[in-house]
């Protein structure tokens, strides 16, 4: 039976300085299953057997394990090429940790309209899906929907050029995975991106569960339109008005088998004690999970 259960996400942290020891142990004490974190991380660490054995001795597994395409989909040539000439060594290591997603994203603004840049990201996700073939990896790349952002943000996308709307919603990433015929590059489902973006539930149900490889779970403050909702002023979930037991049942109705996280960027949670927040977590979804028939285990 598929499930959908819960990561341990860096976000949760609150801004504490914790080792990745801590972390690990931070999510087997508070009851999560899981646990994100960087191949850098666990390289720091110690070897692929060191690792395993403080995951197995807390109980818990790998969410999603990034740095595996150390590359964007718009990248230069010769940084795109090059990344995909590790892929299969650092989705070894990723394997060897007991994980099979990664993460990375879609580009929201491309330097050129998007009818110019979609045969090329088209072509570039068919070099990255083929260069995970037979991994055992899976890359979900998490489309932007949200329509504010910081001033910075915005700044530094002008900055390279980026100026032309691009892929900013579940439908048009459906759209763009379609045309690749993906199998190994997937969807990262962030639910503050796909409200804000006007994503519906049926968009959803029309979503193959293979191409979703990765959820973030967050709410919205209800006084607040959907037009105007800031990316970095996120609620926990169940505190606004985002249909998220909705949104969860139809990811399981898809097949969906896989984690996860909370991401609550902003000011709400700043400051909060990472195992007060990792604890808030866990009872924010249980009443979610409860009204979507499903179980956080």
Known sequence: ???????????????????FEEKVVLAGRTGYPAVDFSLAEAHAYGDNAKVRHLLDANGVVPGTIGGVVRAGVFSPEEEFEKALEHVHALAAD???LGGTTTGGAIS???TMPKAEAWPIAVERIKRMDAALDGTGVRIGLEFLGCPVYKPETVTHWTSRGETHPFVQSLAETNELLHEV???NVG????????YGSNGTIAQIRETPGEWITLLHINDGKSDVARHELHDFDRIMPGQGNFPLADWLSAISHTGFDGFVALEVLGPRMAGVAPEAYATAG???LRPIYAKAGLSLT
């Open 94 to 96: 990723v394997v060897a």
């Open 1 to 19: 039976m598929a499930r959908i259960r819960p990561t341990l996400h860096g976000s949760q942290l609150g801004g504490g300085n914790l080792t």
């Open 181 to 183: 015929k993906s199998r």
């Open 187 to 194: 969807i990262t489902l962030d639910s503050y991106h796909w």
């Open 108 to 110: 929201r603004f491309a």
């Open 282 to 284: 866990l009872d924010s």
